[in-house]
């Protein structure tokens, strides 16, 4: 179970850091305010940093990178360059001469400390209108559009097969305090730990793993 738990997490992560392809020119999308993972490097490694929108420009080195706080909304430019001195020495992942960072102008936290179930989560059970709820917080920050449609939730688990619906169709961004409901259906089959996964507008994951067994 444990082995399988684990798995989940890592094939997320991975999924997560490599999103950019033919139809998403992005290597990521995030939200203002935020730092991303590139992973560990050496002081050979140099990166420099450009925000088109103010043509701002920042020189890291090695994983200072991890540390960057993406501010403001817009386009990064990110270029990598490895002075390393003998072939072989890397032991990291490659990474283009140049990609791009989109940073977007909507932020959602999710309190994970109220999230409320509707009814107990049972093993050997059915279910049609299991609803979460878990209270959010909105940022915004140089943000024209009031409306966007509700992020999902998705459910995984051993034995598990249950998906997840928002309640609501939209949600408003001007309002910074939500309670975002998902309608779950489906069925747990035998004892197991669930893992929750909830999207943001950008496709960015906040999990909420469950910490009891479900019996």
Not at 98 to 110: A, D, M, N, T, Y
Not at 130 to 146: G, Q, Y
Request: include cysteine; glycine fraction near 4%.
């Amino acid at each position: 179970m444990l082995f399988f738990f684990c798995l989940l997490i890592s094939f997320k992560i991975t999924a997560q850091n490599n999103i950019s392809n033919e139809t998403n020119p992005y290597y990521k999308i995030i939200s203002f305010g935020q730092k991303n993972d590139f992973g560990s490097f050496t002081s050979t490694v140099v990166w420099n940093i450009r925000n088109s929108k103010n043509n701002s420009n920042v020189t890291l080195y090695g994983s200072e990178i991890n540390n960057y706080v993406f501010e403001e909304p817009g386009e990064y430019e990110i270029n990598f360059q490895d002075n390393k001195k003998h072939v072989g020495e890397c032991n990291h992942d490659d990474f283009p001469a140049r990609f791009h960072i989109k940073v977007e102008p909507v932020k959602i936290i999710f309190d994970f400390s109220k999230i409320r179930f509707s009814s107990k989560l049972q093993a050997n059970t059915d279910y049609t209108d299991l609803e979460i709820s878990v209270p959010v917080t909105i940022d915004t920050k140089n943000n024209s559009i009031s409306k966007a449609l509700s992020p999902v939730m998705s459910v995984s688990g051993v034995g598990a097969s249950l998906k997840a619906k928002p309640v609501e169709r939209e949600i408003v961004l001007t309002n910074r305090n939500h309670v975002f409901k998902y309608r779950v259906s489906g069925r747990i089959d035998k004892q197991t730990y669930l893992m929750f996964d909830f999207y943001d507008l950008y496709g960015q994951v906040q999990t909420y793993n469950h910490p009891q067994l479900i019996k």
